[in-house]
């Protein structure tokens, strides 16, 4: 199934799904109510450390980090 996938979309189950998650993760980390943890639940992950690890490696910052930084942009800044 992971080969007729890959070839059929060109990139690795693997990779799409954690692609797919960290995109989703973005998005609910806009919500400020929303804690680290239960980003990492909602977005498939059992374990918020895996998440954050993933997280830090696709995007360069930890998700706390990653959250502070694009709540403090402004308009005219993006």
Known sequence: LSA???S???VPFKTYLTEYRM???KDLL?????????????VGYTSE????A???K???LPPTVWRET???KTPDSI
């Open 49 to 52: 450390e895996r998440f954050r």
């Open 54 to 56: 993933v997280f830090k």
């Open 4 to 6: 007729l996938f890959s």
């Open 58 to 60: 696709a995007t360069g």
């Open 30 to 42: 806009g919500l400020v109510d929303k804690r680290p943890s239960d980003i990492a639940y909602a």
């Open 23 to 25: 995109q989703k993760a």
């Open 8 to 10: 059929s979309i060109g």
């Open 70 to 72: 694009m709540l403090s």
